[in-house]
């Protein structure tokens, strides 16, 4: 009831802000985000009718209709907004059937960058990478096994893993066959199900032709008790580590058992990510809202739902809405684009009918490794403060700045007390140490 009451109120505030910030017009549609990094991203927008849609300079875009409106990719800007338009009626170039983005034949489903298979209880028995030539899991293992464990902590049973809950493992199977919902020329869909006793999974795999991401969209009627959810992916990296996402960087843990500081965390806090790399290649499982992990060896696990009776009988019982991705890359964790690409499965970017009166950004940042975590009101003053942190655990220089007229950038802490030299002006030029956490005030013009 909380969640829900802030989640309501929180809308009703960027309700309100669009309505300010957007003029009315037709056939145009603002593309903004909120995300510090941009790129080609899937945007929905909820338009009927035949047509296209171009952008500024009237180069049309790939579009793909799907239900309520249509997928289409744009360049976003980070912390910024760009106009579509929508062109009713106009001609759009579809894929030849012989010449389809996706294919689809039983358990096998090919895609512009991997060649996936199951087998008949819905487990992902190969992924190829077609780009680098290379498999993904280790031969004769899984990815995506649903897994079910008896899940009765000996203390505090809604905030307590024991480890002797791996004890106990089954997995779900496929209730029936699976199905393609969706194929285009940017996205496919295909649709899960899978029952355990009285509960039931709706799960989505999205493949996609511009993005190295594989979306399981999940929807969950959950009705078990002392019982984990875990998806669970058997990968073919060699490695004694893995990389988690936290507030403000990311920390390295081993990802084996060999002493028992190493036991004890068997279970760990991850937010947006955790990657498990070997040299020159690496997967990342990214969420949405799960954040307990487990890799061990190759195994990437992650807790989806865990049903406690106490304190409240009820916990987990009901429906639950969720998306990870599994996120195959390049390189290490910091050079394959995962912190980018949890990012943009977080937030991503969102379509509103109208125009942005005025574009400038409050404010905006040079960098590769840097991110904008908070643009606020001062508790105390009539200013903004805009607080920043480097991502990767490098070093640079960077330019913080507005598009506003700012008098200028006063540093200070957390708790918005000035501690540095002002610099005036409209912009501040630092260097950012590894996974630094920066704040400014900006002071306006009067």
């Not at 960027?14 to 899937?42: D, Q």
């Not at 949890?342 to 905006?364: C, T, Y």
């Amino acid at each position: 009831m909380n969640y829900e009451a802030a989640k309501k109120c929180a809308a009703g505030a960027e309700e309100s802000a669009l309505k300010t910030l957007i003029r009315e017009m037709p056939h145009a549609y603002s593309i903004y985000s909120s995300n510090s990094f941009g790129g080609n991203e899937l945007v929905f927008i909820a338009v009927l009718g035949e047509g296209s849609f171009t952008d500024e300079s009237g180069e049309i875009l790939p579009a793909q209709k799907t239900e309520g409106g249509y997928e289409v990719l744009v360049k976003v800007q980070p912390f910024g907004a760009v106009t579509v338009w929508f062109r009713p009626d106009a001609d759009r170039t579809e894929e030849a059937a012989e010449n389809a983005v996706f294919k689809m034949d039983k358990n096998l489903l090919d895609t512009p960058y991997y060649i996936i298979n199951w087998n008949e209880e819905g487990q992902l028995t190969r992924i190829y990478d077609k780009k680098t030539e290379r498999e993904i899991l280790r031969e004769g293992q899984k990815g995506n096994v649903l897994e079910i464990y008896e899940d009765k902590p000996v203390n505090y049973d809604a905030w307590d893993i024991d480890i002797f809950y791996i004890q106990k493992m089954e997995t779900i199977k496929m209730s029936k066959a699976p199905q393609m919902v969706e194929s285009g020329n940017l996205r496919a869909v295909i649709r899960f199900c899978y029952q355990y006793h009285r509960s039931v999974i709706i799960q989505d795999m999205i493949v996609y032709r511009d993005s190295r991401r594989i979306d399981f969209k999940t929807h969950v009627d959950w009705k078990e008790e002392h019982r984990l959810l875990k998806t669970a992916f058997y990968t073919d990296i060699r490695s004694t580590k893995a990389v988690y996402d936290i507030q403000f960087g990311h920390v390295e843990r081993p990802n084996h058992w060999n002493n028992s500081w190493d036991w004890a965390r068997f279970e760990v806090c991850g937010h947006k990510w955790g990657d498990l790399s070997e040299t020159g290649y690496g997967v990342s499982l990214l969420n949405d809202c799960k954040y307990g992990y487990s890799i061990k060896d190759n195994a990437i696990k992650l807790s989806l739902l865990k049903s406690a009776r106490y304190p409240d009988p009820c916990a987990d019982m009901g429906g639950h809405d969720f998306t990870y991705a599994l996120y195959p890359h390049s390189g290490t964790t910091v050079e394959g684009g995962t912190i980018e690409e949890a990012n943009r499965l977080n937030l991503p970017a969102q379509a509103v009918q109208g125009i942005f009166e005025d574009k400038r950004k409050i404010a905006a940042v040079t960098g590769r490794g840097v991110q904008i975590d908070a643009v606020k009101k001062a508790e105390d003053e009539e200013c903004l403060i805009v607080r920043i942190h480097e991502c990767r655990g490098g070093r640079e220089k960077v330019k913080l700045y507005s598009e506003y007229p700012v008098k200028r950038f006063v540093p200070c802490n957390l708790l918005e007390h000035e501690c540095g030299e002002a610099a005036e002006g409209s912009c501040v030029e630092f260097t950012i140490r590894p996974f630094e956490i920066r704040t400014f005030k900006m002071q306006f013009e009067d």
